[in-house]
């Protein structure tokens, strides 16, 4: 990464002596979704609740659709024992599933209490946040008000056994790669679902949350980006969060992601320039899949170094040929294209 990352160029200091000095601190809403949690319910509710910031500016909101009665009653106990501690906790509850997730936070940001609230955070269930969390955040969205959302990065609890080790490797790409690069050079970069702070003015600018993706995520992402909002990664504030630790979670997790990613896509693209390829989408995806094996077979070969790893074959270069040959064959009208196709 050449010069610095863009999350060192904020003034952050300078913004919370002012935050202590005028005791101006904007109001947080933190939303946990959570969907029969046994595990972690404790955890990312204990965490929350420590955060760091003005008892009567912060309003924790666990947003519980737990369908097993006797879990619902212990998570609304664990909310209960934070209240008594003076953390404004709510607990919410619906009767059905709709939505999924994204109707859990978009029915939880309608609740009366939450209108003047200026952000909201995010935070899966086995999200465990350090207590400065909002001190590192927070600032970037009040100095810079085109400012969309704050992303941070997770770090993992349970990354030293084989399958998680290989999650971390593939997600500290995407951390440190992806949204790095995209937030320093001010491109788009995907929300990760949590661990993110948005401005409630940039969620309702984009239409708010929509359950017509379970990737409701980059959904809203993608919309407040189109309506011109700018997003930021924090790549030195990590927040602790566990991997699947089996192949079935891990596979069905990644099912959701590539299926739904898909279907967000395309919505997107029948309502762009693009639309005029999206009949090669399936070849494409066939294309990389095959491309993906060859790459595998290119990298072992390399690791090993086989006999053909210091090959050098140049590359096939066609020049005019093809379009001498084709102004060649022009007059010949009645010819058959399909082979071409």
Known sequence: MLGKKRYTKYQLDAIKEDLEKNKNYPKVLVQIPMFNEKEVYK????SVSALSWPSDRLIVQVLDDSTNEVLRT?????????????VNVKYETRNNRNGYKAGALRE???????EDCEFVIIFDA??????????RTIPYLL???ELGLVQARW?????????????????????????????STCSFFGFNGTAGVWRMRAINDAGGWKDRTTV?????AVRASLKGWKFLFVGDLAVKNELPSTFKAYRYQQHRWSCDLLTSSGKCLRRSSFVRSIHLLVFW???????????????????????????????EKLGNTMKQKHNAKASKRLRSRTGER
């Open 74 to 86: 212990m998570v609304e106990l664990e909310c209960r024992k934070w209240i008594e501690k003076g």
């Open 216 to 220: 409701e995520d980059m959904d809203l």
């Open 126 to 135: 086995d999200f465990q946040p350090e207590e400065d969390f909002l001190w």
């Open 108 to 114: 939880g940001l309608k609740k009366h209490y939450v």
């Open 285 to 315: 995806i066939l294309f990389e899949n095959v491309m993906s094996l060859h790459r595998s077979k290119a990298a072992i070969i390399g690791l090993l170094e086989a006999n053909r790893v210091n090959e050098w074959v140049v590359t």
């Open 43 to 46: 955890l990312s509710i204990g």
């Open 143 to 145: 100095e810079n008000p």
């Open 155 to 183: 770090k993992f609890v349970n990354a030293d056994e084989c399958l998680t080790r290989l999650q971390e490797m593939s997600l500290d790409y995407h951390f440190s790669v992806e949204q790095e690069v995209g937030s």
